[in-house]
């Protein structure tokens, strides 16, 4: 089907017109019809179309040209205020804080040796090869 749809090729323009205006016939004259008689009420009042604004462009132009006239127009520099120099006055700092005693010498321990545990491993292995647990470890 697929095939025999593409071998037709696209349809022209008044081809598609008729075939929509067959289907949606109802349809379109209903708008049409609705579209008419939007076409013929009168205008209100408040739906007066609105004038052209191009005499605006003459005194906005007008101001934004004196804005940057007065942005670069050159400004008088302003008024250096006078210095003045008062006497230097040498004051002696404080003698800096003692140093902070030294800390203790703190002799360092020795790591503890470490303890002989009959249970560690709890078993032992005989002549035979067979792992025997020991009693006293079963506390």
């Not at 609105?50 to 804005?67: I, N, Y």
């Not at 800390?103 to 321990?109: H, L, Q, S, W, Y």
């Amino acid at each position: 089907m697929a095939e025999a749809l593409e071998a037709c090729g696209p349809a022209g323009t008044s081809e598609l017109a008729a075939w929509v205006r067959d289907l949606a016939a109802d349809s379109l004259r209903e708008r049409q019809r609705r579209l008419d008689e939007v076409e013929r009420a009168p205008q209100p009042a408040s739906a007066t179309p609105r004038r052209s604004r191009a005499w605006l462009a003459a005194p906005v132009a007008g101001l934004a040209l004196a804005a940057v006239a007065v942005l670069a127009w050159p400004r008088p520099a302003p008024a250096i205020p006078a210095i003045t120099i008062s006497p230097v006055v040498h004051v002696d700092a404080p003698p800096p804080p003692a140093p902070p005693p030294p800390a203790p010498v703190v002799a360092a321990r020795k790591p503890p040796k470490p303890r002989v545990d009959a249970c560690n491993p709890p078993y032992v292995i005989d002549s035979a090869g067979v792992k025997r647990f020991k009693v006293e470890c079963f506390h």
